[in-house]
Nanobody, 122 residues
Framework: QTQLVESGGGLVQAGGSLRLSCAASGRTLRSAFMGWFRQAPGKEREFVAAMRWSGGNTYYADSVKGRFTMSRDNAKNTVYLQMNSLKPEDTAVYYC???????????????WGQGTQVTVSS
């Protein structure tokens, strides 16, 4: 089992920045993807970013490319999502996830955090 705990959400004005953290504990697969997803009220959960624990490319949704950066600290078993130039449409509950059972861009992951609210005011 893998446990994931997100932190770092909050309220920020448009154009501002936030950094989300996701601490993983338990069994983590070093070859597996870690992903960030978000879900706004009334909408489906959507892909934001993903990367492997072991390194390599980082993948982003087109809507956040150039504004968000995903990174990891293997020693701390933690992944981060640095969010810059935030827009009101980025408002959502943000989730981290581990070990996709299918395509990494779809929300078919085995483990999920509890989510953290990000609200961007205009």
């Amino acid at each position: 089992q893998t446990q994931l705990v997100e932190s770092g959400g909050g309220l920020v004005q448009a154009g501002g920045s936030l950094r989300l953290s996701c601490a993983a504990s338990g069994r983590t697969l070093r070859s597996a993807f870690m992903g960030w997803f978000r879900q706004a009220p009334g909408k489906e959960r959507e892909f934001v970013a993903a990367m492997r624990w072991s390194g390599g490319n980082t993948y982003y949704a087109d809507s956040v490319k150039g504004r968000f950066t995903m990174s990891r600290d293997n020693a701390k078993n933690t992944v981060y999502l640095q969010m810059n130039s935030l827009k009101p449409e980025d408002t959502a509950v943000y989730y981290c996830a581990a070990d996709p059972s299918g395509y990494y861009r779809t929300p078919d992951y085995d483990f999920w955090g509890q989510g953290t609210q990000v609200t961007v005011s205009s």
